[in-house]
């Protein structure tokens, strides 16, 4: 029962994010006189009972360090570390990293020496970062912010030096007109000279967007979300958790209106329908607690995709026979009794929640896959859409089967065949855990999931998968298999045939129909043949000064290391050779990555939507560009413009379709040259 427990916490933690709230470690910030003009910023920790937190000197290659940063101090400078005072660490040998570490127990003390240079302007603010760990898991070093103005100064302080001298060369806010173009790294070499004026090329350019019209706005988008809801809802029909339901509820309508046949097929199409509204309405919620943009950059984030990645592999074991996953027996005997109580359509709509609790094990990794997917589309409608298609496909037999109760005759009984189906589930969840462990790693730069690694591990997973339909495996709740039958067979085909290639792609094969869930092709260590662009800037000032030097319209592209669609255009479209020689020869190509977790060299705020907005990751500026300059906030989002950042021809999204691609370029090569 606890590891049940436990695995609804994660799930519980997923759906409402609270994943990113543990209060493991709390805080309280303070001001303290020293004297001599100066003052300690003093950080108390209050650690969780069970817990341990790291000291702020740890050993390269260790555990995160409790670090201090500043987004902003003026009137005074930093002296000296951010170190522990009073309590000292324990140091203790950890066999784990192969080093001596420090942490603390129940509670610590940080401090941070300023010198104050400006008394009535002083003004700081900034953030603590702590890693926190048990004996079975570790927090994520989220942000403490804190902030200090001269009124919290105290009255005893006095000033070190004379006002108006420099202040610290740390972090400050920089106002938009002044970013310069180099505030973070551009991979191609930067030979443009040329002035930029970096306040007309953040300048929003919707209306002249909408002036173009859209060449694809994003609808297919949603139609290919409501299509793999579907895909996904019809295969969670064959899961033991759903099949059996099918042929139990039908006969409950018929057998309670045995006299009225029209009462029956009416209440069934009610269920239908009651399940399609508590799924879509699953998919409202999460937008309205987070919003489009949110989820967006959630879905991107490395935390939240580890959390995933985890919650997939419990899942995966689950299916694989290690344990049984069911929610708490109360949470289904009280939607019995609801349905008991209660009469007519509300009845109805307890017992599609009942379904919907009963059926969690097999479909709750397919649910939250589903939904991860449509919130990298960037768009309010994505996850109310994708659960709408798998709605309509889970509520589609109960539905006909009640019209038609003659055909339950022919449904297939239920047997180990729902079982070896499940196994087949856990294995396609296995090898799917992996691309939210890669997405990860490519947000942080680890480089611990290359591309010829994933495959590797897909390459085994598949053809153990391959082995156990032929019967040479046996997992948990499996019968004997006395003969192959001809669906096993042909499957276990497929999985040798899959497995066998993938193996090309260890030497640098593009793998194209499964691209967008492999790691870049960058990220492998051999590779006979590579297609890239001759030149690529990830740098927008500066792709743009280079632009205006060469003469040539600027291709900016918006991605992201999570971003799936992103991976599949670089792999099947702009390595086209027909795509690839108009960039290389017609315009200056600007990739952005709006989840790059690279901070930048200083603070930006910005004024969003009335809302003061800090941006301190290189992702965070690339974000807001999109959002502020072209008013859009899903990827792979691609556009042209012409010198002073305005486009010259409509955008241009997610569509593998090279000719299409083409038509764009030329349209915007076309408009510009005009």
């Known amino acids: 029962m606890n590891l049940k427990r436990t695995i609804i916490s994660l799930f519980l933690l997923f759906i409402l994010s609270q994943a990113f709230s543990q209060n493991v470690i709390s805080w309280k910030f303070s001001l303290q006189d020293k004297g001599n003009g100066e003052v300690e910023l003093v950080a108390d920790a209050t650690i969780q009972q069970g817990w341990h937190m790291y000291d702020s ?52 003390k940080f401090a941070q020496r300023l010198k104050i240079t400006d008394k009535n302007n002083f003004s700081i603010s900034g953030d603590v970062r702590a890693q926190a760990c048990d004996d079975k898991s570790c927090t994520p070093p989220l942000p403490n912010e804190f902030s200090f103005k001269s009124t919290d100064l105290p009255k005893t302080v006095t000033v070190a030096a004379s006002a108006g001298e420099a202040e610290t060369p740390g972090a400050v806010i920089v106002p938009l007109e002044n970013l310069s173009p180099d505030s973070s790294v551009a991979s191609a070499p930067v030979t443009a000279t040329v002035e930029v004026d970096k306040e007309l090329l953040w300048t929003p350019v919707t209306e002249e967007l909408n002036s173009f019209g859209s060449q694809n706005d994003g609808g297919s988008s949603l139609w290919s979300i409501f299509l793999k809801g579907l895909l996904w809802g019809f295969a969670a029909l064959i899961t033991p958790c759903v099949w059996p339901m099918i042929p139990i509820t039908v006969s409950f309508f018929l057998n309670r209106n045995k006299k009225v046949r029209k009462k029956a097929v009416a209440d069934a199409a009610v269920y239908g329908v009651s399940i399609i509204i508590i799924y879509v309405a699953l998919g409202l919620l999460i937008t309205a607690i987070f919003g489009a943009s949110a989820l967006n950059s959630l879905a991107t984030s490395a935390v939240f995709n ?10 995966a074991m689950s299916f694989l026979g290690a344990f049984e996953l069911v929610l708490p027996a109360s949470w289904t005997n009280k939607m019995d009794s609801k349905v008991d109580s ?67 005759k022919t449904l297939p009984k239920s047997g180990s065949w729902l079982n070896s189906v499940k196994v087949v589930l856990g294995f396609i969840v296995l090898a799917v855990s992996l691309k939210f462990l890669s997405v990860a790693d490519l947000s942080n730069g680890w480089g611990i999931l290359n591309r010829d690694i994933f495959l590797i591990i897909w390459i085994v997973i598949f053809g153990i998968l391959g082995f156990y339909l032929l019967g040479k495996l046996k997992f948990h709740g499996d019968s004997d298999v006395s003969h192959v039958t001809i669906p096993r067979l042909f499957l276990s085909i497929f999985s040798f045939a899959f497995a066998i290639y993938l193996i090309p792609g260890l030497w640098g094969a593009p793998l194209k129909p499964i691209s967008s869930i492999l790691p870049p092709l960058s990220t492998q ?127 241009h999204a997610f569509d593998e379709n090279i000719t299409n691609y083409v038509n764009f370029l030329e349209i915007g090569l076309r408009n510009f040259k005009k």
């Open 57 to 108: 000197k740890i050993p390269d290659n260790g555990p995160y360090p409790t670090s201090l940063s500043f987004d902003e101090i003026k009137g005074a400078e930093a002296v000296g570390n951010f170190q522990a005072v009073g309590k000292q660490a324990t140091v203790k040998f950890d066999e784990v990293f192969g080093m001596n570490i420090g942490t603390f127990d129940n509670s610590a």
């Open 342 to 408: 209660t009469s007519g359509l509300i009845s109805l709509f307890f017992m599609a929640f009942t379904l919907a609790l009963v059926s969690f094990s097999c479909t709750g990794p397919i649910i939250g896959w589903l939904l991860v997917e449509a919130a990298t589309q960037g768009s309010y409608l994505a996850p109310a859409i994708g659960m709408l298609g798998f709605a309509i496909a889970l509520a589609i037999p109960f539905t006909l089967f009640a019209i038609f109760p003659s055909w339950l």
């Open 306 to 315: 580890l959390i995933f990645f985890a919650l997939l592999l419990v899942f």
């Open 525 to 651: 260590d051999f590779k006979l043949n590579e297609v890239t662009l001759n030149t690529v800037y990830d740098d927008y000032e500066t792709g743009m000064a280079a632009a205006i030097q060469s003469g040539k319209p600027a291709l900016v592209a918006f991605g992201g290391h999570g971003c799936v669609n992103c991976h599949k255009m670089d792999a099947t479209v702009l390595v086209n050779e027909q795509v690839k020689g108009l960039i290389d020869n017609e315009f200056i190509y600007i990739t952005l990555m709006t989840d790059e977790r690279a901070k930048l060299s200083e603070i930006m705020e910005v004024n969003e939507n009335g809302r003061i907005t800090k941006l301190k990751t290189v992702g965070d500026k690339w974000s807001y560009l999109q959002r502020h300059k072209f008013g859009a906030q899903s990827q792979p989002y691609y556009v042209i413009l012409d010198h002073s950042g305005k486009p010259v021809a409509p955008s």
